[in-house]
């Protein structure tokens, strides 16, 4: 079965230190999301793509993320400088089309301390 | 503003019985509508799907029904067995949101031997 491969799938850092989270979409799939899920919000969509296009970013915190895709097989979101709320879990996925589900990768836990 | 809610944050019931998790959503706007399962440590895992032409949705042991005059939707599991044991997140997306999805906070299903 095709998947959604993010890396790394853990990550510890201090506050303060550029942090960058990687994900290869499934081959095909023309739309790519971020997500970030922590206990208070749930799951939460930061970002999204369309054909590589950023399409949405309203729900991020502009002044410290950023999220591109260098060409179709990488999707990538950094935080600079990191801080302690910053720790959740970011989840990337990816869709083939409207009414299709986007299908998830298993995430990378962040730890900023 | 929580567009879409799930009410019960945990449900236990006995393997081999039906289990039925449920979800509300206030934006009109909705038109596909999906179920997600997540097991700890990994990503949400799709499970089905409805558009808002239909009613009723059937897969295997998981059936979805919507109600669009109650903004209502749910998921019918039987039977129930160990392996559905897992947080089961509801999640909406609207044409004009273009994949958008909007995530209810979870449930979490324990199915009891």
């Known amino acids: 079965d095709a998947r959604v491969t993010q890396t790394p799938r853990h990550k510890v850092t201090e506050m303060g230190q550029e942090v960058t989270m990687r994900c290869q979409p499934i081959l095909g799939h023309n739309t790519v999301f971020w997500y970030r899920q922590t206990m208070m919000q749930g799951l939460e969509l930061l970002a999204y793509f369309r054909n590589r296009a950023p399409l949405d970013d309203s729900g991020m915190p502009k002044d410290r993320f950023s999220a591109e895709m260098p060409d179709a097989t990488l999707a990538t979101l950094k935080i600079q400088p990191s801080e302690p709320r910053d720790s959740a879990v970011y989840f990337c996925a990816s869709g083939p089309g409207p009414y299709q589900p986007q299908h998830f990768g298993d995430g990378t836990r962040l730890s900023i301390l | 503003d929580q567009q879409v809610k799930q009410n019960s944050p945990s449900l236990s019931v006995q393997e081999g019985r039906i289990s039925i998790l449920n979800c509300d959503y206030t934006n009109s706007m909705f038109d596909y509508f999906l179920w997600y399962k997540k097991y700890p440590a990994e990503g949400p895992t799709f499970l089905i799907s409805?558009?808002?032409?239909?009613d009723k949705n059937e897969d295997g042991r998981f059936t979805v029904f919507l109600n669009k005059s109650a903004k209502h939707l749910s998921l019918h599991i039987v039977p129930s067995q160990p392996g559905d044991s897992a947080v089961y997140f509801c999640a909406a997306s609207a044409r004009q949101g273009a994949q958008k999805l909007v995530f209810g906070q979870g449930t979490r299903l324990t199915i009891n031997p």
């Open positions: 409805i558009s808002s032409i239909k």
